[in-house]
Every structure is written in structure tokens, then in C-alpha cells.
């Protein structure tokens, strides 16, 4: 049996008040900011509580992560926030500043050094206003303190320690705790629209048949706390399972669409192929920025860059002239999102809902499918069958807006195609 193939990971541990992280002194003499080892696949932000209990363990801290300063698939740094000392430390450590980091340094890499790049960050007043709330000190304590009230209000009872789920990311934290009625999680979105706690609370008011309730909310900061929905699967989800799922979510698409003002107020921002087709058209903008950096493209590159642009600005027009409606597109439609319980199935995870063609959602569905069986082979049906399935229940309800019997296929296929260009619109903008 092969090992598991494994990186290091630097930690930039931080002095209390002054701009210095620590050092140890390793077995030959000479000295090293801590580190640990974690496996190469996967992202190192979801080892958030490994980590820290690793660190726990080897260095007697208790530590979160806050932040990823560097990764490469050999070597990650990340920067921990210690909220105290788990036992003695029984290794030599030291304060390193700036001036001792040059006397030392070491760093593989010669035009990108993270400890000098978080001495500088370090050395000013404050942190740099675009840092997500979770990458910044004191985040940890006041969401753990929030989300352990929430519970104990409800007469849910704590019987464990808040700890990290997923940390170090871009669009979200998560945070999970041990209760007597079994785990919970508390997620903190990226603070842009649409507010993810909002529209979770408003789409399970308007549908409480498929979108669960939060336990609570906290819309200001964009928080929402939620039970382990695994709780209510009794076994594996099943092809007839993803299509029946699929088949209500199209129902709940089309009955949005003579609401979609609603979903505008709730953040819900346009991004139809019609204004997909505008964001290719000024897609000049970013050359030059691609023909710049560290692998710029060629002239043969861009001249090739410009027809594939060119050949999605026509399908944006194709999908539109099949005359689907615009609806609700639920854009994390995906395996891991749909849980079945005894009265149906629960959608999840709503956080970047858009407004557009509804079949964005079954090729998104799709794409994160056949993901999903490529780490997993043998987890269930064969992948054909429930891709099949699944469409055919989801496109059925909106054969009433499919004057050709194919016509539904082919825009499918044309939302496929755009599917990668609308997803750039949305990180884009």
C-alpha cells in the first residue's frame, strides 16, 4: 500500500504584540519557524483542525489558522492566531523580527518570500482593508462565542470545542461544534451579494419544502448556523434520488421567474447570457494582463484567445434565442448539496445564486457529478445513468418553453459550453 505523499507547511506563529513570529531551534543548531507535514492532495485550509491539533500536540499551542501566504504542491505557509498555551514547551524558541529573519533566511524561492512578506504586514498599523474578516485576529474568538450562544439560546447543548472546518479560503469559513442533538456548523460567506444568511432565510420561507431553515442568522456579518443534514440520509443517494431532486429544483426555478424582483432585492445579481455576451465583448480588457506576468501569452495565443471568445459571444445569442426564461440558478447544485430526508430532499449551500438561465444549474450539477465519481469510482450507479436520469427529470417542466422536442438538449448543451465563461463573469465582477 502506497503512503500517502505528503508537503511541508511553515507556520507563521505571531507574538502577541510585536511584529515578530516564532522560531525553534532545530536538532543541527540552526533555527526554523515551526511546520508540519500534510498530505499534497486537496486544500491545506480544509486541514484547519488537523493542523491545529498537530501544533497542539508538537509545540503545546492552541492555535486557528487565519491565512495562506504561500502553497505550491510540495510547500504551503500559513499564518496561525495562538489564543494560548496548551502545555510547557520543551524545545529552545525564539521572537524573530525582521532584522534577525535576514540573518537567517532561507527560503527556497527567490522572488517570493511570505516571512518577509508578513513582517511587512506586520510592522503597520493595521491589517490591509481588503483582508477577509476570517483571515484577521480576534475573528475566531468572537464567531465561536456567537455561534455557541446561538445554540444555548435554543436549548441546543455544547459538548465540545469550537473548532475549524474549513479556513484559509476565499469565499468562506466554517466552523463546526459537537452538540447533545449532533454537530453544527456555523459558515461565514464572503461579505458581496448576494448575503448568503438572507437568502437562505428568505428561500427556505418561500420553499421550506426544499431550502432547510438556518437555526439562526446573523445578515450584518453574512453568518448562518446549521445542523449536520447527513443526520437525516439513511443511505447512499441514488440515481432515482439526484433525479427527483432535480426535478423539483426546475420546479422551484420556474416559479421564480415571475418573482424575480424579489431575488434582485435579496442580491440576486443578472447574469443572462445577454449580459454574458457584453462581459466577453470587453473581454479586450484583460490583454494586458495576459500578456503580462510570469507566462504571458504569445501572439498566437491571443489571436486563438480572441476566436474562442468570439465563438462564445455567438453562443450566448443561440442559448438566448431558445427563448427560456430567465429564473433563479441555484450555482451550487451539486452531490455533495442535496440531502435526502423522509419528506423529500434538502438543496444547500446557496451562496452564489445568480439570475440567468436556469440550465446553468443542471451543467453545473453535471460537471461537479462527474468530479465527484472521478475521486470516487464505486460510490454507486454508474455515472451515465444518473446523468441521464437527471436530466430528463429536470428538463421535463420546462418543455412547455421548448417549441422543438431537441430544443431543450441543445440549449443544455450551449449552457455547458458557457458554463466555465459564466462562472469567470461572476469571480470577475
Known amino acids: 500500500m502506497n503512503q500517502e505523499e505528503l508537503a511541508r507547511c511553515h507556520l507563521i506563529i505571531s507574538h502577541p504584540t510585536k511584529p515578530k513570529f516564532l522560531a525553534i531551534r ?20 480544509s486541514r484547519a483542525s488537523d493542523i491545529s491539533r498537530t ?11 487565519l491565512r495562506q501566504l504561500f502553497e505550491s504542491r510540495l510547500y504551503h505557509c500559513l499564518e496561525l492566531e495562538v489564543h494560548s498555551q496548551a502545555a510547557a514547551q520543551n524545545y529552545k524558541a525564539i521572537w524573530v523580527g525582521a532584522e534577525d529573519y535576514r540573518k537567517f533566511r532561507n527560503f527556497p524561492y527567490e522572488d517570493y518570500d511570505p516571512f518577509e512578506l508578513w513582517l ?23 464567531a465561536a462565542d456567537w455561534f455557541t450562544h446561538q445554540l444555548e439560546t435554543r436549548h441546543i447543548q455544547v459538548t465540545g470545542s469550537v473548532q475549524q472546518l474549513r479556513a ?10 459537537r452538540t447533545s442533538v449532533g454537530d453544527h456548523f456555523l459558515k461565514a460567506a464572503f461579505v458581496a451579494p448576494p448575503n448568503e444568511a438572507a437568502l437562505t432565510l428568505a428561500l427556505s420561507e418561500r420553499w421550506p419544502e426544499l431550502v432547510p431553515k438556518p437555526v439562526s442568522v446573523d445578515t450584518r456579518r453574512d453568518w448562518l448556523i446549521s445542523p449536520d443534514y447527513r443526520g437525516a440520509v439513511p443511505a447512499m443517494m441514488a440515481a432515482g434520488d439526484y433525479a427527483r431532486a432535480a426535478r423539483s429544483l426546475a420546479q422551484l426555478q420556474i416559479e421564480s421567474a415571475e418573482e424575480l424582483d424579489r431575488w434582485r432585492k435579496a442580491g440576486c445579481i443578472d447574469r443572462n447570457p445577454g449580459i454574458l455576451f457584453d462581459f466577453l465583448g470587453s473581454f479586450d480588457r484583460l490583454h494586458p494582463l495576459l500578456r503580462s506576468g510570469r507566462s504571458p501569452f504569445d501572439s498566437g495565443e491571443m489571436s486563438s484567445l480572441n476566436i474562442k471568445i468570439k465563438k462564445l459571444g455567438d453562443k450566448c445569442q443561440q442559448l438566448s434565442e431558445h427563448g427560456i426564461p430567465d429564473t ?25 445564486s445568480i439570475i440567468s438561465n436556469p440550465l446553468f444549474s443542471l451543467a ?14 464505486d460510490s454507486g450507479d454508474s455515472p451515465d445513468a444518473v446523468i441521464e436520469g437527471v436530466t430528463d427529470a429536470y428538463l421535463a417542466p420546462f418543455e412547455t418553453f421548448a417549441p422543438r422536442p431537441d430544443g431543450l438538449r441543445e440549449a443544455l448543451n450551449l449552457a455547458a459550453e458557457l458554463s466555465t465563461a459564466c462562472r469567470l463573469q461572476q469571480w470577475f465582477e
Open 55 to 65: 501544533v497542539r500536540e508538537q509545540y503545546g499551542l492552541n492555535t486557528t489558522v
Open 26 to 45: 532545530l536538532s543541527d543548531g540552526s533555527w526554523s519557524p515551526p511546520w508540519v507535514s500534510v498530505p499534497q492532495a486537496g486544500f491545506v485550509g
Open 168 to 177: 484559509a479560503w476565499q469565499s468562506s469559513a466554517i466552523l463546526r461544534v
Open 120 to 142: 511587512d504586514g506586520a510592522s503597520r498599523p493595521e491589517p490591509p482593508r481588503g483582508r477577509l474578516p476570517w483571515e484577521r485576529p480576534g475573528w475566531f474568538r468572537a
Open 364 to 377: 453545473w450539477f453535471i460537471q461537479a457529478f462527474l468530479l465527484d465519481r472521478q475521486r470516487r469510482p
Open 328 to 352: 433563479l440558478v441555484y450555482a451550487d447544485f451539486s452531490p455533495s448539496n442535496v440531502y435526502r430526508r423522509e419528506q423529500g430532499y434538502w438543496l444547500t449551500d446557496w451562496a452564489d
